[in-house]
């Protein structure tokens, strides 16, 4: 049972947090934990998406994690034949992975790496799973900064009082010919302040300015009156979206990342990675 436990915590740390590390190889890497919703709804086996596995298979690991893992409000959305025979990949509580033996009596939860060519098979297959139509992201409630011509595009998700979020602001005011769009997503367990924050600069007549000099340069603007705005939509946004870290980049080809990396590596990523 002991051993149970900690898996159990295993698992929800995979889902629901980030590590504040650096970026590095030139990817973003993870940036600020931040606790996933837990206002999912209850997932009926028999609505479990199964893709060429067995019905009692997927039943029985459904069964099985949803009630050994009850008290995590683990729930079992898609499950899928896993490159390993016998084993299988499991989609839980949005955008997770986890890989299970047909009994569910064994877990593995991590990378799944490819020795003939050192691919993540595991980060393959949740790039998939995290693509995210672009176009339809609601630009009008984002803040939007043009730089130079604007050819480059990226989202971004992010909190006003996020160090990283801060860095990564600070190579886009390095970079030119891009359109950048901010979306709020302030995360008050570890911010407590970053709300009020991001709704006093979606308040402000210029957001792009308030929001470029509170980034960038450390001047808050002064206080307004609180307005109608769209912080609190944005962030549902966001956790809807499975995101649980600030950065998380959104590019135009429906590709995410979450974390900071600095110039040129950021570029880099975003022209690879437009339409």
């Known amino acids: 049972m002991k051993f149970r436990s900690t898996l159990a915590a295993a698992v929800v740390l995979a889902m629901t947090a980030c590590g504040e590390a650096p970026a590095a190889n030139g990817k973003p890497a993870p940036a600020h934990a931040h606790a996933a919703s837990a206002a ?7 609505a479990v998406s199964n893709k060429n596995v067995p019905d009692d298979v997927a039943k029985t690991i459904t069964s099985k994690l949803e009630s050994r893992y009850a008290d995590r409000k683990l729930k079992v959305e898609e499950i899928a034949a896993a490159p390993v025979a016998g084993w299988y990949e499991v989609v839980v509580n949005g955008k997770n992975l986890v890989y299970v033996d047909a009994s569910a009596e064994y877990m593995l939860v991590g990378d799944l790496i490819s020795t003939q ?5 595991t980060e393959e297959r949740k790039a998939v799973l995290n693509k995210i139509d672009y176009d339809k992201l609601p ?12 050819k480059l595009q990226v989202a971004v998700f992010s909190d006003p ?7 990564l602001e600070h190579e886009f ?12 997503m302030p995360i008050p367990q570890l911010h407590p302040d970053a709300a009020r ?5 979606m308040c402000q007549p210029n957001t792009t300015k308030a929001w470029i000099e509170w980034m960038r340069e450390g001047k808050m603007p002064a206080s307004v009156a609180e307005c109608k705005n769209s912080v609190a939509e944005t962030t549902a946004l966001g956790e809807g979206f499975g995101f649980n870290g600030t950065p998380t980049i959104v590019f135009p080809n429906g590709q995410v990342q979450s974390g900071f990396a600095p110039l040129p590596q950021l570029e880099e990523i975003i022209k690879a990675n437009q339409k």
Do not use: H
């Open 161 to 167: 009082d996020c160090p990283f979020c801060k860095k």
């Open 117 to 121: 060519d050192g691919k993540s098979l």
């Open 40 to 46: 999912a709804k209850p997932t009926e086996a028999a």
């Open 139 to 150: 630009f009008d409630k984002a803040i939007k900064e043009v730089r130079g011509n604007g």
């Open 173 to 184: 005011g390095k970079m030119t010919d891009i359109t950048i769009y901010n979306f709020m």
């Open 197 to 201: 924050k991001a709704v006093q600069i």
